[in-house]
C-alpha cells in the first residue's frame, strides 16, 4: 500500500513533458548545422547517367552502355555486357538540358571506330570524337579529353571494322578530370562453363572393369595344373 502511494505521489511531482513541447505551427529555426549537404559537383559525374534513351532502333541491350559498369577489357565482344548495335544503328540520348562536354569514355569492340556526336536540337549533328580501333581483341576501353564540346542531344554510332558493332559503356564528363578516376565499376567476365560430359571415358572405363574381371575368374583355371597319372 506504501509502495502504491509513493508512486502516485511522484507521478503528481513529476514536470508535464506535454506541456514542454512547442506547437507544430510554431516556427522552427535550424541550426547552421542542420543545413543540406553541399549537391555532388557535376563535374565528377557521368552525364549519361541520367540521360533518356529518345532512339535505339534495332540495338540490343541498350541499356547496358549506361548502367556504370564494363567488362574488363578484353572481353569476348557480344557477351552480356555489352549493346550490339546494328550496321548503320545508332543510339540517341536526350541529357534534358544543353551541357559541356569536355572528356568521354568509351569501351567497345576492338577493331571499329565509334564515333560521338552531339547537337543542340537532335536534328543537326557534328562529330566530337572518334574513338579508333584497338590493337587487341575483345572489348577494349578508349579515352578522350579536351573535347571543348557542349550538346543537349548526343549520340554514338559505329563505323568500318567488321561490321559487328558494341559498346559495354559510354561516359560524358564535364571535366576531364574525372578521367583519371571514372565513375566505372569494372566486372570480371562470368566463369566458363563447366566441361561438356565425354561418354567415351564411362565406355572406357567400363570395358577396362569388364576387361579385369573377365581375366580374373578365368586366372585358376588356365592356371591349373594337369593331374599327374596315378601309377
Ligand atoms: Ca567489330
Ligand atoms: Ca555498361
Partial sequence: MKKALFFLL????????????????APVSLPASSAPPANVPIA????????RVVKADGVQRVEVITDGQAATDGDVWNGPMAAIIPPKGEVVWDLGQQVPIEAALVQGDNNDVYILW???????WKQ??????????????R????????????KITGEGGDNLYSVGELQLYASGAT??????MRKLPPPPP??????SWLVLAVLTVGLFMFFTRRR?????KPEAPKS
Avoid: K
Wanted: aromatic letters at 6%; proline letters at 12%; zero cysteines.
Fill in 118 to 124: 552531339a547537337s543542340d536540337d537532335g536534328t543537326n
Fill in 220 to 224: 585358376p583355371t588356365a592356371e591349373a
Fill in 10 to 25: 511522484a507521478a503528481s511531482a513529476a514536470p508535464a513533458q506535454d506541456a514542454a513541447v512547442a506547437p507544430v505551427s
Fill in 128 to 141: 566530337i570524337w572518334r574513338a579508333g580501333p584497338y590493337s587487341n581483341d575483345g572489348l577494349r576501353t
Fill in 143 to 154: 579515352t578522350q579529353g579536351n573535347l571543348g564540346a557542349s550538346a543537349r542531344f548526343v
Fill in 44 to 51: 565528377s559525374a557521368n552525364l549519361l547517367s541520367v540521360a
Fill in 179 to 184: 578521367l583519371s578516376n571514372p565513375p566505372l
Fill in 194 to 199: 563447366p566441361a561438356p560430359f565425354n561418354p
